[in-house]
């Protein structure tokens, strides 16, 4: 039997919630195929993950783990959300889902980002019931302009970077709150811990850091209890933020990670991969879904590879799309998804010798980007390609899956 649970708000997870032992007899699994995202509208992805308990004894609530990567096999993962599920009976299923923000036409906007998240700050904080001084602004956009320090980081922001969680969060950044005269004061902290929340950072390790910082700072006068109360106000703004939008990763950063919808090309859903943590296991899913394919031409797709340098790996594919004449090519020299198309746009006779079932090649450095091409015929209208990699070191193997449509919305796939 199977159920939906809608998760409205991940609150509480995201404080530091550890799920509780399962029984003996508990067997949580969830499987590829039980892993869906889609978009259901431009700013919004959902995500539904099926659960099933194949044990024999009923489970407690427990906690699941979202993260993203960009769409392609073996790239990094970015923590995208923490997930209560519910208890689920002995042989039974359950649905959790969920959805998480994506910031259309706002993922180029890094320059500007310090004095939008000034002033945002200030405004959390005065909700809170804690003013701001005006300053914090005029401190970020002094310490944006300021040339980086080349003094080692103190200890403990080396023990936090170790932990992890800091995405978007550069080391010199945390390094400069303790190790640079001006931007030492309360307000600039919070701006910086503020963005690392917005880059996926652990809302308890944010206000961990705040309360080390502000004990590192000349005391106040006895009896003084200003240091508490700002630490109080700033706990309480992480909160609501973290409450508010309930996700680890910002929607600028999840945007980006697909990298066709960052360059323009209107695709309907967002393209990338999505890994599930849940009971010491993972389960990951690497799709395109919804993209426009042109029959009767060749169709070029990109996807990523977060390989290491003299790594050996094979490919398959699987799919009607295995019908179009499918090859993948290991684009050597780009950086980004215009450098790729740019490379694809030179044709087939500069891009070296394409890899077709059961090929293999050595990536010459690491973290690449692959291009595949089929040539639907002009008959057909909608079919699929799954690209397995195959990595020979490590034996592990993936697969990247592509959803093709000829009258889907948006740009798609590349034709030249």
Not at 1 to 7: E, F, G, L, N
Not at 322 to 349: K, T
Request: proline residues 4%.
């Amino acid at each position: 039997m199977s159920k939906m649970a809608k998760v409205e708000d991940s609150t509480g997870v995201m404080d530091g919630v550890v799920a509780e032992n399962q029984h003996e007899g508990v067997d949580l699994c969830v499987e590829t195929e039980g892993l869906r995202f889609y978009n259901v509208g431009p700013d919004t992805l959902k995500i539904e993950v099926t659960v099933h308990n194949r044990g024999y004894s009923g489970s407690r609530p427990d906690t699941m783990l979202l993260e993203a990567a960009p769409l392609g096999a073996f790239v990094p993962w970015r923590p995208l959300q923490r997930l209560p599920v519910p208890a689920i009976a002995a042989g039974e299923s359950l649905t959790v889902s969920t959805e998480v923000r994506l910031d259309e036409g706002d993922v180029e906007l890094e320059n500007g980002s310090r004095e939008a998240k000034a002033g945002r700050f200030q405004a959390l904080l005065e909700q809170a019931g804690e003013a701001v001084p005006s300053k914090a602004g005029d401190v970020a956009r002094e310490n944006k302009g300021a040339a980086r320090d080349d003094r080692a980081a103190p200890d403990w922001v080396l023990a936090f970077l170790r932990r992890g969680g800091f995405e978007g969060l550069s080391a010199w950044d945390i390094a400069a709150l303790t190790s640079r005269s001006g931007i030492r004061g309360g307000e600039a902290l919070q701006q910086v811990l503020l963005s690392a929340l917005d880059g996926g950072a652990d809302p308890a390790l944010l206000r961990e850091i705040y309360r080390i910082q502000q004990s590192e700072e000349p005391g106040p006068a006895s009896g003084d209890d200003s240091s508490t109360g700002s630490f109080r106000a700033f706990s309480r703004a992480v909160s609501r933020l973290s409450s508010s939008r309930g996700q680890l990763l910002s929607g600028t950063d999840l945007s980006a990670m697909d990298s066709s919808r960052a360059a323009g090309r209107g695709n309907r859903h967002w393209a990338g991969n999505i890994n599930v943590h849940l009971g010491g296991k993972a389960v990951e899913r690497h799709q395109a879904n919804g993209l426009r394919i042109y029959p009767g031409l060749e169709n070029w797709a990109l996807f990523n590879l977060g390989s290491r340098k003299g790594e050996e790996y094979i490919c398959t594919f699987e799919g009607k799309g295995v019908e179009w004449e499918p090859m993948v090519f290991h684009l050597e020299n780009a950086g980004d998804e215009y450098a790729a198309a740019r490379e694809l746009g030179r044709g087939r006779e500069c891009l070296g010798q394409g890899i077709g079932f059961g090929g293999s090649f050595v990536t010459p450095r690491a973290s690449a980007w692959m291009a595949a091409v089929v040539t639907p015929p002009a008959d057909r209208r909608r079919g699929g390609l799954d690209i397995g990699i195959y990595e020979l070191s490590s034996e592990r193997s993936t697969k990247v899956e592509f959803e093709l449509q000829a009258n889907a919305p948006g740009r798609g796939l590349y034709t030249f």
